[in-house]
């Protein structure tokens, strides 16, 4: 096929599985018209083909079921998002999809876990579409218990740095080895700043999960923006952020520091 990079022709060589050796062809090459490209990655993914990674009724067959589909889609690698929700819930399905982890079919495209809540802004606007009665304060031993669920599978969790504890429990969950992504909140300049100094790396879909009536000076966007240790995600689907607020954040942050 014709490689994504350069539009030239090359060949994939495959060994005991893997991919052993991309080797380029003479431009006069008979190819398939068809472009080879690295499978995508996706790091905050709720579910998909109506299976729900949170849902009451999730089994590892639609794990598998979800998993299979992306892969026709071209995404080869996803952390599957659990959203805020009872703790029974998170604790019951975190265990279920530690076992995707080892899966000698799916377990490949599974190399850990998001937790998107419930240790975020409990303010209306701000909390977006996760439900105000099981938002709570950030809980380290809480937290604890879904990893041990997950058997060590969270890779990112999602934390409002302006609600109480935040800050100590970024740090914890950093020097743990998970990744800390800011999300559904109203920080500060200082407690964005603050969050970052104790590790926090990444924006959670910046410009969601944001109150539509914000000060036009202090509020979390700008100072985000700013940081140059948080790489922002963003959802560039033409829905959720203006093309101007794309190409702004972009423009700030490049294209080695955005998460699409």
């Not at 005991?16 to 080797?23: A, C, E, F, L, T």
Request: glycine content about 8%; some cysteine.
């Amino acid at each position: 096929g014709l490689l994504y990079l350069d539009g030239e022709p090359v060949r994939i060589e495959i060994m005991d599985g893997k991919i052993s050796r991309v080797k380029h062809l003479a431009a006069s090459a008979d190819v398939p018209e068809v472009y080879l490209a690295p499978g995508l990655i996706d790091i905050q993914i709720n579910g998909y083909m109506g299976v729900d990674f949170t849902g009451e009724n999730l089994t590892m067959e639609g794990v598998r079921k979800a998993i299979e589909e992306l892969w026709k889609e071209g995404v080869t690698t996803i952390l599957p998002t659990l959203t805020t929700n009872p703790h029974e819930r998170l604790h019951k399905n975190f265990a279920i999809l530690s076992r995707a982890l080892n899966d000698p079919e799916i377990g490949v495209s599974i190399p850990g876990f998001h937790l998107e809540g419930p240790y975020i802004s409990p303010v209306k606007g701000f909390r977006g579409a996760h439900l105000a009665k099981y938002v709570r304060k950030p809980d380290w031993d809480e937290f604890m218990e879904y990893q041990n669920a997950a058997n060590n599978g969270i890779k990112l969790v999602a934390v409002a740095p302006e609600v109480e504890g935040a800050i100590p429990f970024i740090r914890k969950s950093v020097e743990s080895g998970v990744e800390v992504t800011l999300a559904h909140h109203n920080g500060s300049a200082k407690e964005i700043k603050e969050a970052a100094d104790a590790g926090a790396s990444v924006s959670n879909h910046l410009g969601n999960g944001c109150a539509n009536m914000i000060h036009r000076h202090n509020n979390p966007l700008w100072p985000q923006l700013a940081e140059d240790r948080l790489t922002p995600s963003i959802i560039a689907d033409g829905s959720h952020l203006t093309p101007e607020e794309v190409q702004t954040f972009y423009k700030v942050k490049g294209p080695e520091n955005l998460i699409l």
